[in-house]
C-alpha cells in the first residue's frame, strides 16, 4: 500500500458525461501528479500541483481540469467524454519540501475509466 | 522539451540470462525513476538516482545514472520468470516546472 488513495477505482460512463476523480497524496506530501496510461501505452503527464498551486502542464486536454485543495487532495475533472478518454488514470504524491524534491515518487492504484 | 527513450520496448529473454534495459533522456535532469509494472496494476517503485554515478541495487536489479550521457541502465542479472513486468524509466525536468516524464516501458517476458 504506497499510502495513494484513489477513487472510484473503476468507473463506466458514456460519451459526452463529466467525471471527477479524486487522488488522496500520502500524509505531509505536497505534491500530486496525475496521468494518463492508455491500452499498451506509457504514462502521459497531465499536471502537476504543489501545495494548492499549479506547477507545470503536460499533454492535458482542454476538456480536462485539475485542482489541489487546502487539505491536499486532488480531484481531475473530465468533460465532454470521447470513446478516446478510456484510460487508466493514476494519480501520485510525493515531496515534503519545496520543489525540487529528491525523494520517491509514490502511485496510488489508478481509476480506470471506460466510455461507452 | 524533455523526451525520454527506452530500448528496446519489448524483451523475451531465458532464465537465467543478464541483460540491461536503456533509458535515454533529452535535457538536463537532476533526478531520475524506475519503476515496475505488472498487468493491470499500479506502478512499483524501484530506484530513485540523484546523481552522476549513482548506482543502486536491490537484489537482482541494478539502476545506474550517467547525467552527462543523459543514460541511465537496468540491469538484470541471472533474470528468474517473477521478474517478468514491464519497467519504465522517469526522468525530472529540472526547474522551477518540476514535470516527470515518463518512457514508453519496456515489457520483459521471461521464460522458464
Known amino acids: 500500500d504506497s499510502g495513494v488513495t484513489q477513487t472510484p477505482k473503476h468507473l463506466i460512463t458514456a460519451t459526452g458525461q463529466r467525471v471527477t476523480l479524486r487522488c488522496s497524496p500520502r500524509s505531509g506530501d505536497l505534491s500530486v501528479y496525475w496521468y494518463q496510461q492508455s491500452l499498451d501505452q506509457g504514462l502521459q503527464f497531465l499536471i502537476h500541483?504543489?501545495?494548492?498551486?499549479?506547477?507545470a502542464k503536460g499533454n492535458i486536454l482542454e476538456r480536462f481540469s485539475a485542482q489541489q485543495f487546502p487539505d491536499l487532495h486532488s480531484e481531475l475533472n473530465l468533460s465532454s467524454l470521447e470513446l478516446g478518454d478510456s484510460a487508466l488514470y493514476f494519480c501520485?504524491?510525493?515531496?515534503?519540501?519545496?520543489?525540487?524534491?529528491?525523494?520517491?515518487?509514490?502511485f496510488g492504484e489508478g481509476s480506470r475509466l471506460t466510455v461507452l | 522539451e524533455l523526451k525520454v527513450e527506452q530500448n528496446p520496448l519489448f524483451l523475451s529473454m531465458q532464465e537465467g540470462k543478464n541483460y540491461t534495459i536503456y533509458c535515454n533522456y533529452s535535457t538536463t535532469s537532476d533526478r531520475l525513476y524506475w519503476y515496475r509494472q505488472d498487468p493491470g496494476k499500479s506502478l512499483e517503485s524501484l530506484f530513485v538516482l540523484l546523481s552522476n554515478g549513482a548506482v543502486k541495487q536491490e537484489g537482482r536489479l541494478m539502476a545506474s545514472l550517467d547525467t552527462k550521457a543523459r543514460l541511465s541502465t537496468l540491469h538484470i542479472t541471472a533474470a528468474v520468470h517473477d521478474l517478468s513486468a514491464t519497467y519504465f524509466c522517469a526522468v525530472a525536468h529540472s526547474g522551477r516546472d518540476d514535470k516527470i516524464i515518463f518512457g514508453k516501458g519496456t515489457r520483459l517476458h521471461i521464460l522458464p
Open positions: 501520485a504524491s510525493g515531496g515534503t519540501g519545496t520543489p525540487p524534491f529528491t525523494g520517491e515518487l509514490f
Open positions: 500541483y504543489y501545495n494548492g498551486e499549479e506547477r
